[in-house]
């Protein structure tokens, strides 16, 4: 049977050539066509996470796309379908530490299926933001937010990076350190953010090559470990354990 990450890795690769051209589509359709497409298509998940108390809408094992060809996906990559283990301890830690996001404005970056921004809303956050640049996550995300009834936050689609935080205490990113270039564009922008407005930043990964190897993790405090459902570990090539870090001057 194909694993989770595994079969997205796969699935996403032929889809890169015609990546905009589906965005593009995908902002042309009625988000009440997106939102039957994506839950006849996937399945809601309980429990099999660090955070089992949060129900997500996911790709399964029992969901079309997880053995279609991934030409007929009609939409952009589907990152939202998975819920990655660094989002998953840092979803975690938001709920065993409520004051963390408690009368806070919190943007949640690469939001993806808005996990951690309903931990934020669960731990009555003030203001949430959910920023992804598909936008088929928002679409998801409030589908998510209807099924743990939170009220949905507020969801952009631009490109936050770069950006004057001004309006935020708190900036969440989980999973985000998978590709240098992006990497790099949020070491430069972090860094600002604290420097001129005292943002404090939480992150969250498993440990990956390039998040290790980075300059800005000798720059972090670890905060928390979390060991993942045995589950998720096999979806996710063996990794054991997600942090979370905290960057804040």
Known sequence: MLRCCRHVKGFLKPLAETSRRRRISSLCLSEEHIRRFISENTEVVVGRSLTPEIQLKLFTPNCRFWRERPELWPFTDPYWAIYWPGGQALSRYILDNPGVCRGRAVLDLGSGCGASSIAAKLCYAAHVVASDLDPVSAVVTRL??????????????????????????????????????????????????????????????????????????????????????????????????????????
């Open 144 to 249: 998510n937010c209807e099924l743990n009834n939170v009220e949905p936050p507020v969801c952009v689609t631009d490109d936050m990076i770069g950006s004057d935080p001004a309006g935020f205490d708190l900036i969440l990113l989980g999973d985000m350190f998978y590709d240098e270039a992006l990497a790099n564009r949020l070491y430069r922008w972090l860094d600002r953010c604290i420097e001129t407005h005292g943002t404090k930043v939480l992150i969250g990964d498993p440990g990956r090559a390039l998040f290790e190897g980075h300059d800005i993790r000798k720059l972090l405090h670890h905060v928390a470990q979390y060991e993942l459902p045995e589950s998720v570990r096999e979806e996710n090539y063996g990794l054991i354990s997600s942090h979370v870090w905290c960057y804040q001057s």
